[in-house]
């Protein structure tokens, strides 16, 4: 997939797959669909010279849903894509805050949700306790030290040797096609995911902590947003 291997690419051109309803369905997209708790992207599709908004992006069985605010009479094209990229550009560094997050709290991921306005997070913490308080002061100073965020490719075979990587109890990593993409955040972050980042932590700006809640033994809930 296109926001895979390029988190900035703002327009892309595919045939029509098939047109369900609301749903613009094409192979590939740079449109991220809904996932692992990032919501999908919203923008506009042009087919055949009329412009449609695009509410949503989720998966489909034949590739990316591009969902508009109305059905569609077209069944056949091209689509022109480009992505609402304010909406975009939050969500992914909402989503790269929440690996800085992670890297922050040496602890097993069990739930998450990412927002424009605010993102949560719960750990597992067992029996241990954190002072949540600190995570302003950690969070900053990651985003400050200017972490690069890279990627690469290793196998079902790889992860399974090295399952220290996976972080997330609720969501696994994909293993559709043996190759399971892990992010780097400079030195400080390295695990499976398939969400969209910022190329840079610099990016992020300015962590604001809002609050913690516990919701369960195995929930212990962070509430946070950005500048
Ligand atoms: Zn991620």
Same mark, same amino acid.
């Given at each position: 997939? *296109? ?17 369900? /309803? ?16 990032? =919501? ?5 599709? #042009? *087919? ?11 998966? &489909? ?9 109305? =059905?569609? +009479? ?12 304010? &909406? %975009?550009? %939050?969500?992914?560094?909402? &989503? ?9 709290? =040496? !602890?097993?991921?069990? /739930?998450? @949700?990412?927002?424009? +306005?605010? @993102? %949560?997070?719960? !750990?597992?913490? /067992? #029996? #241990? ?28 075979? +790889? ?10 109890? @609720?969501?696994? =990593?994909? %293993?559709? @096609?043996?190759? *399971?993409?892990?992010?780097?955040? /400079? ?17 992020? #700006? +300015? ?21």
């Amino acid at each position: 997939m *296109i926001f895979l291997n390029d988190s900035y690419m703002k327009e892309f051109q595919a045939p029509i797959k098939i047109v369900d /309803g609301d749903k613009v369905v094409t192979a590939d997209s740079c449109f991220y669909a809904q996932s692992g708790g990032q =919501p999908g992207d919203k923008g506009i599709i #042009e *087919i055949n010279g009329k412009k449609f908004n695009v509410i949503n992006t989720i998966k &489909h069985e034949l590739g990316i849903a591009h969902v508009c605010d109305q =059905p569609l +009479e077209i069944t056949s094209g091209e689509v022109l894509g480009t992505i609402d990229w304010n &909406h %975009r550009f %939050r969500l992914m560094r909402m &989503h790269t805050t929440m690996h800085l997050l992670c890297a922050a709290l =040496p !602890f097993f991921v069990t /739930g998450g @949700s990412i927002g424009l +306005e605010k @993102s %949560r997070i719960d !750990f597992d913490l /067992g #029996e #241990e306790t954190f002072e949540y308080k600190t995570l302003n002061t950690i969070i900053n100073e990651f985003i400050q030290q200017a972490h690069p965020i890279s990627y690469q490719w290793i196998t079902n075979e +790889e992860l399974d040797q090295q399952p220290e990587l996976v972080r997330t109890l @609720s969501v696994k =990593p994909p %293993r559709t @096609s043996n190759k *399971i993409r892990l992010v780097k955040i /400079g030195t400080i972050d390295l695990q499976p995911c398939g969400g969209t980042h910022v190329a840079n932590t610099k990016e992020i #700006e +300015e962590f604001k902590f809002i609050k913690y809640e516990s919701k369960g033994k195995m929930n212990k809930r962070i509430q946070f947003t950005l500048s």
